[in-house]
């Protein structure tokens, strides 16, 4: 997948309702789980104990939301750049919901919509809507506003 490159400020404002790309599948292993758990100190069973997991509705141990969320940087970074700017920074994050789990050995993949661009001193403030799909699910696993801001160079 080749990324999109948007050149400079004024392109950026321009591209304001257009999809940015799509990731390529990711799997979602125990073992990297366990790490975000470990990192985290989040240590939930639903997330960590697969035995105790199998009686739940879900079959088996389900990814921490934010483990979710946390891939959307190397999603990003496969999928759009921002040339033409001195640097960037994530701002933060506006809503964010997780309408459906994600099981341990699913795929998942981000969708990435560029949903809003205003000028800031200096730059550009931009919202990306990044959509987190689950290999054959009906409905996200994740849906996040990521704000990020650039400035000129």
Known sequence: MAATVINGLEELKSRVGQELGVSDWHEVTQEAIDAFADATGDHQWIHVD???ASATPFGG???HGLYTLSLGPQFSYAMFTVDGVAFGLNYGYEKVRFPAPLPVGSKVRMRATLSEAHDVPGGVQFTVTQTFERE???KPVCVA????RVYGG
């Open 50 to 52: 697969p035995e105790r």
């Open 136 to 138: 054959g699910g009906d």
């Open 145 to 148: 506003e990521s704000l990020a």
């Open 61 to 63: 141990t389900i990814a």
